[in-house]
């Protein structure tokens, strides 16, 4: 459908909790090395939410930001996705609560579900709305309390998460404008859902000893099927952005991917042959913030001023479900 709207990116914004947890700290309770760490994933350190933050009170600060960079404020905000895999509670959803931080009462909110590819999913429904005229302002969070959903003494897991919070506000602007998303693709393939999985059973049998003892409440990962996988469907997924959009790699400014893992990056890169010093890595300081980990990449590099009015970012993501996609921003 062609529409006369499409979502543009006005605000953006990020957090980070103060915590900062080293390899070298790792080293002192798990069988692990600073350099098996940063040889195999590009992680140094991580940071780690404190005891009164939650994915809900790290989306709040993101989003604040968001707004004031957009200049909108909360009564003008028409919608709410927090895309996270760690609610704060199992309901009400945690955009209900940032929606009463920020007290923008006159917007719908609510959660979405893709874990790692969560941030691009969120992006398309927003981008969805806009098109269609239906709203002006909607805000895009992706916020992650990874660091309660990892089994602490698992070292193929816990050493590559880590937790914050990304945001941006989109504006609904007129097609002719310059500036905007420019496609989204998302896809979904549940054959794979147990490549990563928090298996145990809430829905199914109810918080019980046995998913207790066996430590089901914890993300469980077949670390490396999931890298094949995630170099394929990362690669193809942001070759179809390209095409839809007539871009050549030259033409891009960005690719802001999702950080898993440096060494994914560095094989999509590859088989892309998309130039390294063009990819906005955050890993090495947050390591792996899942659904946050594509919003802060965007203030990071805004902040280093590697973002500038016209550039061309293309992102992409793969995560649990499976779920991966793809977008091109204009900024
Ligand atoms: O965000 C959602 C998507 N997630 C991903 O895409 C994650 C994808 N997977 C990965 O990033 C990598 O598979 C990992 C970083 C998780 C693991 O790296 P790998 O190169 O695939 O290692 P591996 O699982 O094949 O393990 C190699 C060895 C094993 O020892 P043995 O069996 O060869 O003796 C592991 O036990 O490394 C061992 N190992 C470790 N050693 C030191 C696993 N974790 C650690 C560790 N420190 N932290």
């Not at 992650?144 to 193929?156: L, P, Q, T």
């Not at 890298?227 to 839809?244: H, P």
């Amino acid at each position: 459908m062609n529409s006369i709207f499409k979502a543009a990116v006005a605000g953006t914004g990020a957090y980070v909790p103060e915590k900062v947890l080293t390899n070298k700290d790792l080293e002192k309770s798990l069988d692990t090395s600073d350099e098996w760490i940063t040889t195999r994933t590009g992680i140094k350190e991580r940071r780690i939410a404190a005891d009164n933050e939650s994915a809900s009170t790290m989306a709040a600060v993101a989003a604040r930001q968001a707004l004031e960079s957009a200049e909108v404020s909360p009564d003008e905000v028409d919608m709410i996705i927090v895309c996270t895999s760690t609610p704060d509670v199992l309901f009400p959803s945690t955009a209900c609560f940032v929606q009463k931080e920020l007290q923008a009462f006159n917007s719908a909110a609510y959660d979405i579900s893709a874990v790692c590819s969560g941030f691009v999913f969120g992006l398309s429904i927003a981008e969805q709305y806009l098109k269609a005229g239906r709203y002006e302002n909607i805000l895009v969070i992706g916020s992650e309390a990874n660091s309660r959903i990892v089994d602490w003494s698992d070292r193929s897991t816990c050493i590559l998460f880590g937790d914050g919070a990304g945001a941006v506000l989109l504006k609904r602007v007129e097609q002719k404008e310059s500036i905007g998303v420019l496609s989204t693709h998302i896809y979904s393939d549940g054959s794979l859902s147990d490549l990563i999985v928090v298996p145990g059973a809430i829905g199914k049998a109810g918080v019980n000893k046995k998913d207790i003892d066996d430590k089901n409440y914890f993300i469980k990962m077949s670390g490396n099927a999931t890298f094949k996988v995630a170099v394929k469907r990362m690669s193809n997924v942001i070759l179809e952005a390209l095409e839809y959009n007539n871009l050549k790699i030259d033409d891009v400014d960005h690719l802001i991917p999702h950080q898993a893992n440096q060494r994914i990056v560095s094989a999509v890169a590859e088989k892309l042959n998309f130039p390294e010093e063009k990819i906005i890595m955050t890993i090495q300081k947050y390591g792996n913030t899942s659904a946050a980990s594509i919003p802060i990449g965007f203030e990071d590099a805004k902040r280093a001023g590697k973002i500038k009015p016209g550039d061309i970012s293309v992102l992409g993501v793969v995560g649990a479900g499976l779920t991966w996609g793809s977008a091109v921003i204009k900024w």
